[in-house]
């Protein structure tokens, strides 16, 4: 076990003269959480609606939380509409017919009647599609894309070992290979701790973030070791360091983008959706929403995926290393 705390602490004081990084990398992990826990918020309002009444009593209907309506004596201006205080003007005539008024597109004005006339597709509009995100599905996909490259960009130490020959000549003694890379796996990992920091502080404030504390370390911890596993291999493949962090960027970037991180994935049978379902990325935000929606037991398969994906890359990269050794 030496060998394991020798390197980690070597680890730690090598990150020193990357510190500028290392802080504006875990900022960005941080305003991306900020940042998906204020835009849900956004999304569970989808409409600000005038209710007419005309000076009447009339009782403003029973509307689910995502509908923000005002109930008003008077029909509002229409520039009201395109200044977007209100996106809608609704209005009741004797027979109890709704009447709605609005700039939007014909959906929003279908998704209004079926609310207030409380028919079942209500619901489904408001919950379905990359919008209708849960709160912990929006963090997961926000933080995605950061995290990976952090601890891609965290085997630094790995790389400069194996670029500057230092890792011929620690492979080559009685040291232990396995607990060399495992102290930089754990490295890696401990940068990406204020993610999950700022989640519990989030939630001991009493702010919904979707997902419990345990959940959230799950799908860090597993993203996490995806991405070091990918980083080992690159960099055991590819000479130059920065070489292989530009090309793990850019293939982190264009997949987590393409898995609808960020927003709806592409249509069933689309030439992308098919490219996309060999990814890790794709199965991490499969099992958020399997997650999200109480179902995360029947969908473990996600989970040992990307597992087995990690654990073959690692398995690779240690026999790269092991002939190395020779």
């Known amino acids: 076990m030496n060998t394991f705390f020798t390197v980690l602490a070597n680890d730690y004081r090598r990150t020193v003269s990357r510190l500028a990084g290392t802080i504006i990398m875990t900022i960005v992990m941080l305003v991306m959480i900020l940042l998906a826990v204020y835009i849900t918020g956004l999304q569970q309002i989808r409409g600000h609606i005038a209710y007419i009444t005309g000076g009447t009593a009339a009782v403003v209907p029973v509307h689910p939380a995502y509908l923000e309506i005002t109930a008003v004596k008077e029909q509002p201006p229409r520039s009201d509409l395109y200044k977007q205080k209100y996106d809608a003007f609704v209005t009741t ?6 009447h709605i008024e609005t700039l939007r597109n014909t959906k929003f004005k279908e998704m209004i009647a079926s609310t207030l006339t409380h028919r079942p597709d209500a619901d489904g509009y408001a919950a379905g599609g990359a919008e209708g995100r849960k709160t912990g599905v929006n963090i997961i996909g926000f933080l995605l894309m950061f995290l990976l490259m952090q601890v891609f960009s965290n085997l630094f130490v790995f790389a400069d070992d194996k ?35 700022l989640l519990a502080v989030l939630h001991l404030c009493g702010i919904n973030i979707g997902f419990t504390l345990p959940e959230y370390a799950l799908l860090i911890i597993v993203i996490g070791v995806s991405g070091i596993a990918y980083a080992l291999l690159l960099n055991t493949f590819i000479k130059k360091p920065d070489n292989a962090n530009m090309l793990g960027n850019a293939t982190i970037m264009l997949a987590s983008l393409l898995s609808g991180s960020f927003y709806a994935a592409p249509p069933e049978h689309s030439f992308f959706s098919i490219l996309v379902r060999v990814m890790p990325q794709k199965a991490v935000m499969d099992f958020s929403r399997a997650l999200a929606e109480g179902t995360a037991l029947q969908h473990t398969g996600y989970i040992l995926y990307i597992l087995c994906l990690a654990l073959a890359m690692l398995a690779v990269s240690c026999a790269v290393l092991r002939r190395m050794k020779r």
């Open 163 to 197: 670029e500057q020959g230092q890792l011929v000549r620690i492979t080559s003694t009685p040291a232990s290979s396995g607990l060399y890379l495992a102290a930089h796996c754990v490295y890696s990992l401990s940068l990406i701790t204020p993610a999950w920091f």
């Open 93 to 98: 005539d004797a027979e109890g017919n709704i």
